[in-house]
């Protein structure tokens, strides 16, 4: 459906190509091929004119949808992330349990898997400021530490390690996935 404006544009060039004809052309070479010639011209350059119009319409459209597009897959990305920095407070947790149970073994295996876990957050990108920290570099060191320190035990059963330096590193690590979380749930990010 045209538009109003359109309409009387068209309209308007309709009277003023008419006048053009009357006016400019001399009365000798007023015939309906000429006629037809400044009309077809009108209606040539007005389709250019819409066309062009559409065109930019299209590219505005596009450039709308390729936002939300990416927006959308922005808030996907921040969805998974959530869901994968929770299922890494799971596994603290569960580290936790074993080293109070004295199951060293388990605990190493999954003290390998949080360090995992660790290096993929720092490709998170609304986390990369956070993750860069020295603070959370040292947080990776300081599971690597425990998962040694975990291997001398499985190792040499009578070695004695303190299980409290473990644990507390873990609440180091636990506090700040949660402050992870917190940035991708309430912090707003401008892209």
């Known amino acids: 459906m045209l538009k109003k404006p359109t309409i009387y ?26 006629l037809m010639s400044v009309f077809g011209t009108y209606l040539s350059v007005f389709g250019i004119i819409i066309a062009y119009i559409q065109i930019l319409s299209i ?35 569960e580290i936790q ?19 995992e876990n660790l290096i993929q957050n720092k490709y998170i990108s609304h986390l990369t400021k956070q993750t ?24 040499i059963p009578v070695a004695v390690i303190d299980k409290s330096i ?4 873990l609440e180091k690590v636990k506090s700040a996935i949660l402050e992870f979380e917190n940035i991708l749930k309430y912090v707003h990010h401008e892209q």
Do not use: C, W
């Open 132 to 155: 860069e920290a020295k603070s959370y570099r040292d947080l990776i060191a300081n599971v690597g530490i425990d998962i040694n320190t975990l291997h001398d035990k499985i190792s």
């Open 59 to 93: 590219k505005q459209e596009t450039i709308k949808t390729q936002n939300a597009i990416k927006s959308s897959l922005d808030q996907v990305r921040r969805v998974l992330s959530i869901s994968e920095l929770s299922k890494t407070k799971k596994l603290i947790e």
């Open 166 to 169: 473990i644990m507390q590193n």
């Open 97 to 115: 349990q074993y080293l109070q149970n004295d199951k060293f073994d388990a605990s190493s295996l999954r003290m390998h898997d949080l360090k």
């Open 9 to 34: 544009i068209f309209v308007a060039g309709l009277i003023l190509s008419y006048l053009f004809y009357i006016k400019i052309i001399p009365e000798n070479n007023r015939n309906e091929i000429n």
